[in-house]
């Protein structure tokens, strides 16, 4: 059964729009991730989220994990071309650290120049 | 960036040979990992492991076997490769700590079973 939700399944935004992705999750998360992928290639660690609230940033992308834990979001500001992929949640379901991530099905992010 | 590497990143293969993906990470993380990605589809963990001598199935069920002889290293094997088997394979590895951890990921080998 689907535990993490994405949606949109896809997007196509105009250059310098911004977008929002959103991660929701049947169960409480103890670790939210984010990852970028180009087609067909390994996945590029963006973000990891654990407290309820918490919210961090890396150059024009804010990922938020929301207070309950269930959902998180990912906000592009300004997108540009090279902001183009496939993004996906993962979330670890246990405190401890085991590692095991289930993952959503991904969200594709087309950028038009 | 990550150091973790797969080879080979792709493969054609017909039925019925032995096929081994390689992954090997330079981290010296305890934790590895396989996952199993099919086109538009999302990651499924097939395989992990928390170090050397220890290896456990992971949620979808898969007819590869993996070994962990070495921390830095983690192969997957397929013993008589079908179709079915197409598809892209991930490894990964995060260290072993408390809470939760990155999970850093190779660039994937795309393997087609013809």
């Known amino acids: 059964s689907q535990e993490l939700e994405q949606s949109p399944q896809s997007l196509i935004v105009q250059e310098g729009k911004n977008l929002t992705i959103n991660c929701t999750s049947s169960k409480t998360l103890y670790g939210l991730y984010w990852y970028k992928q180009k087609y067909g290639e390994g996945l590029i660690f963006l973000m990891m989220?654990?407290?309820?609230?918490e919210e961090k940033s890396h150059e024009k992308i804010t990922a938020k994990l929301d207070e309950k834990k269930q959902q998180s979001s990912l906000h592009v500001t300004a997108s540009q071309p090279s902001h183009a992929g496939i993004y996906l949640c993962?979330?670890?379901?246990?405190?401890?650290?085991?590692?095991?991530?289930?993952f959503g099905q991904g969200t594709t992010l087309q950028v038009k120049p | 960036e990550a150091d973790i590497y797969q080879t080979p990143r792709y493969l054609v293969i017909g039925t019925g040979k032995k096929i081994t993906l390689e992954c090997s990470q330079t981290?010296?993380?305890?934790?590895m990992y396989w996952y199993q990605q099919d086109p538009g589809m999302e990651l499924h963990l097939i395989h992990y492991?928390?170090?050397?001598?220890?290896?456990e199935k992971g949620d979808l069920s898969s007819e590869s076997t993996v070994s962990r002889i070495r921390t830095e290293h983690f192969p997957l094997t397929l013993e008589s490769a079908r179709p079915s088997h197409t598809s892209q394979y991930l490894c990964a590895s995060s260290e072993l700590g408390s809470g939760n951890t990155e999970a850093f990921f190779g660039q994937g080998t795309r393997l087609t079973v013809v």
């Open positions: 492991s928390y170090g050397v001598n220890s290896t």
């Open positions: 989220l654990q407290k309820g609230g």
């Open positions: 993962g979330a670890a379901h246990g405190s401890s650290n085991t590692g095991k991530l289930i």
């Open positions: 981290m010296g993380h305890d934790k």
